[in-house]
Nanobody
Framework: VQLQASGGGLVQPGGSLRLSCAAS????????MGWYRQAPGKQRELVASITSGGRTNYADSVEGRFTISRDNAKNTVYLQMNSLKREDTAVYYC???????????WGQGTQVTVSS
């Protein structure tokens, strides 16, 4: 399966962005989808995830500001990011976890920069 992420960019503190990630390909039934991020000099961290049944999980640092959603028919996951802070600056990577035990699929990464 291939993941195509989009929606990153430059935004001022307090602003909003919406990331999208579409999965395509065969032979890969998707369970969870979500987003990790990696800032310069820091480890990659889980931002948010959502299962095929709609159960969500958020990092404490984004709880209440970010909302993850999913369109199962389109195999697409979205991340609505509001009240962005400078510390949200990072490369955001989407992932898709297979239903059967296996390796997660990863998108190419999209840069989010929060700066005035």
């Amino acid at each position: 399966v291939q993941l195509q992420a989009s929606g990153g960019g430059l935004v001022q503190p307090g602003g909003s962005l919406r990331l999208s990630c579409a999965a395509s390909g065969r032979g890969f039934s998707i369970d969870a989808m979500g987003w990790y991020r990696q800032a310069p000099g820091k480890q990659r961290e889980l931002v948010a995830s959502i299962t095929s049944g709609g159960r969500t999980n958020y990092a404490d640092s984004v709880e209440g500001r970010f909302t993850i959603s999913r369109d199962n028919a389109k195999n697409t996951v979205y991340l609505q990011m509001n009240s962005l802070k400078r510390e949200d600056t990072a490369v955001y990577y989407c992932f898709a976890r297979p239903v059967d035990p296996g390796t997660d699929a990863w998108g190419q990464g999209t840069q989010v920069t929060v700066s005035s």
